[in-house]
């Protein structure tokens, strides 16, 4: 198994920066992708930036150029740095793991951002 512990969240006001990390525990082995994703209230989860074990990355198109998704595999940890953030990017922020040897998913527990306008 692969925990997942996220930190960093909190309340911003807009224009604002904050810094997401997310540390990974357990059968590190098995961890291929990592990535973030949010969930607003009322809103479907859906996929911020991921960055592959390759250091592929991509991004949702509403983050791009003031987000960026980087990894230390020495340290097992995935951060996500948010920059002039806005109202719109409150949610609860969701740190993921996929397995490269089955088709599973890991997720953090989540920690949630909150942007005041």
């Known amino acids: 198994q692969v925990q997942l512990t996220e930190s960093g969240g909190g309340l911003v006001q807009t224009g604002e920066s904050l810094r997401l990390s997310c540390v990974a525990s357990g059968i590190i082995f098995r961890i291929g992708t990592m990535g973030w994703y949010r969930q607003a209230p009322g809103k479907e989860r859906e996929l911020v930036a991921a960055?592959?074990?390759?250091?592929?990355?991509n991004y949702a198109d509403s983050v791009k150029d003031r987000f960026t998704i980087s990894r230390d595999n020495a340290k097992n940890t995935v951060y996500l740095q948010m920059n002039s953030l806005k109202p719109e990017d409150t949610a609860v922020y969701y740190c993921?793991?996929?397995?490269?040897?089955?088709?599973?998913?890991?997720w953090g527990e989540g920690t949630l951002v909150t942007v005041s306008s």
């Open positions: 993921n793991a996929g397995d490269k040897y089955v088709a599973m998913d890991y």
């Open positions: 960055a592959t074990s390759g250091g592929r990355i």
